[in-house]
């Protein structure tokens, strides 16, 4: 998978050489490059002077990454041929392939956010890229960002009416200037599940059970009666008779891995939660 954001990364470039997971011996590649690149800045920071204010704003550089699964190779151009015919030929097959990729773009991100202790160390969602393909080449082309042969993804197609898409899109950000205003605020249990869930897609277990833990109890009082609706009630009752799985599995992320058990029940729990939120956000229109 390949990816183009616009801009430069945190991830310097260059090639990672990735270990897949705990209990996987296989590798992957991660391939960095930024094209377009200004000159990196001056160490002593210049006087600042005067500027056309009709000037065109300077074009950005783009930044190639491209996930490499260099663990499973193919024995013939014929094979890898079909595998990526069978790739692009279902919309499930893609989004495997994609969310592996920026996955493992993520993993990079959020380990040099921790290694350079910068607390505004951002992951990337795919819909950020200018473009997305998906391919396969020889060890020396895709370890330089390269090809044999690629087909380019629409990460931005979306199903239903164009209204839809709209009243989709404008749902956040009519909330955004509300919010903005000062006329509605944030609660902490949003903040608190939105990094739980980042958490979980990541495979970030025990940050995603102390996470909820916080999160959880922070939602029973930040949304009680927060709506006239049953399917709010209902749910908040059952994240009250609950939270003790919640607590659970944040003691046991305090010492080790969690369980099969405690990830399922940290999954299942943060579903609620979401659909705690998810509702609100309807049913206040």
Known sequence: MQFGFPGTLDVPDGRYLVQAGPNDDGQRVLVVETVGAPPPPRRRRRRPKETDSNAEPAPLPLTLVTAVRAQEPFDSASEAGRWLEDTVAAEDSIDAAVADGIG????????????SADPLGAELSVERAAVVRVGHGSGEEVASGRFSAAHEVDVHATSGSGRHRRDEQLRPQERLAAVLGGRERLDAC????????????ASRYREAALQLRVGL?????????????SGHEEDMAELGERRREAGEAANEALHRSLDIEHERQVRELTEICERVLRRRRVLRG
Do not use: C, P, Q, Y
Request: negative net charge; proline residues 0%; glycine residues 2%.
């Open 104 to 115: 493992l773009l993520n993993r990079a991100l959020h380990a040099h956010a921790t290694a």
């Open 190 to 201: 949003e903040t608190l599940i939105l990094r739980t869930r980042a958490d979980l897609d």
């Open 217 to 229: 109890e922070a939602m029973l009082i930040e949304l009680d009666g927060a709506l006239a609706d």
